[in-house]
């Protein structure tokens, strides 16, 4: 699944900086998705947003896309706060499929 986060730069800013904006803003929204059960499988990229930014003074709106695939497959059961025997039951039955968070 294609994702994408947003970010601002102001408009005079050199290409330097843009690009160090760009690997701090990625960082954040890679350990975001990362949070959320996402992996990322492609190299992420950043383009000028125009529409947003034709209405700002100051800033250039970027937007920052990757490709993410979920972390776990959909057959693994991942479960948490559930009581030790129902835990136990699980862990038997779907042996490596399941994890407990």
Known sequence: MIQRAIFTAPKECSQEFLELEFQRQAAK???YMDRQGW???SKLEFRLHPAMSRDDKND???VILGYFKPRFPETEWVFENV???VAQK???KYGKKARRL
């Open 90 to 92: 699980v862990l038997k």
């Open 39 to 41: 992996q990322l499988v």
């Open 29 to 31: 929204f890679v350990d």
């Open 83 to 85: 009581p030790e025997h």
């Open 60 to 62: 250039n709106h970027y």
